[in-house]
């Protein structure tokens, strides 16, 4: 449903209502950290059923690795812009791609902003390996690989993502519906490419697809976008597939679309009058 309320919205509250744990940075919760709850968790839960973290507004600066041992955990922030996990990791001081300030592999995520403070660099930002991961009205913040979407079946809504050069960029199978992307200003002689599909076998089912979405320049590239090119993906992999449907595209995008061509398609996005498959 809208963010102004609703059968979902409802649903929100009700499990924060009822969350297992809660984490405020000022203290009022059983933990200050989103890590050390992470970490609790595995010794005070049984089964595998659904655990509810609550996420109080405040910034934890902090790098979390939610690993395979921790199943069906949710995270539920005070909302984005409120609840902020924020991170400096950069390949400049050795951190990698696959280990950025979140990695994620059983769990699902409401209300929450992840911030990459790795500025114009290639940075170590979220990491998701999860199996029917879910995230409703999260946003994530960064520049070049922003998201890596390593693998499993992946759904985003009502997400907003910022980048640069490949900042949606791995091998799931993932769908982002009625999100909002948002380009930045890059750095000198770049180009933005907004995907970088990693598939490298026929017969894998996975993909990138982007459905109802909104794709469009940041603030700080706006005022300079002519002195950048934008595409909307190129190949990472020689079977590369992403597919952008029934989705605003305004004039930051380059009229080529697409960096390179393997397996892209446009249908029926706004603004630059595609009308058929190709």
Not at 167 to 180: H, K, P, Y
Not at 231 to 259: C, F, H, Q
Request: charged residues 20%; neutral net charge.
């Amino acid at each position: 449903m809208d963010q102004t309320g609703g059968p979902q919205t409802s649903l929100v509250l009700n499990l924060v209502d009822k969350a297992n744990l809660v984490v405020a940075k000022e203290g009022s919760g059983d933990y200050t950290t989103i890590s050390a709850a992470v970490a609790a968790s595995a010794k005070l839960r049984s089964g595998t059923s659904r655990y509810v973290m609550h996420v109080k507004a405040g910034i934890y600066n902090e790098n979390v690795q939610i690993t395979e041992s921790t199943k069906n955990l949710m995270l539920i922030g005070d909302g984005i812009g409120a609840t902020i996990v924020t991170s400096s990791r950069n390949t400049k001081d050795g951190s990698t791609t696959f280990r950025g300030c979140w990695r994620w592999l059983h769990w699902s995520g409401h209300d929450v902003s992840e911030h990459g403070r790795a500025t114009e660099e290639s940075g170590g930002c979220p990491s998701v390996g999860s199996d029917l991961s879910v995230f409703y009205r999260c946003s994530f913040e960064g520049y070049q690989d922003t998201l890596y979407v390593h693998s499993q079946r992946q759904f985003y809504r009502n997400y907003d993502i910022y980048g640069t050069v490949d900042f949606i960029f791995g091998d799931a199978a993932i769908v982002f519906q009625s999100c909002n992307i948002f380009v930045r200003k890059p750095l000198a002689n770049q180009k933005n490419t907004v995907t970088a599909q990693g598939r490298s076998d026929p017969n894998e089912n996975t993909g990138i697809s982007i459905y109802g979405s909104v794709i469009t320049a940041a603030s700080d590239l706006k005022p300079v976008q002519g002195a950048f090119k934008t595409y909307l993906g190129r190949p990472w992999r020689k079977y590369s597939r992403t597919v952008v449907m029934k989705t605003s595209l305004d004039s930051v995008i380059n009229p080529a679309e697409w960096l390179t061509s393997l397996i892209w398609h446009v249908y029926c996005a706004n603004d630059l009058g595609a009308e058929t498959l190709r």
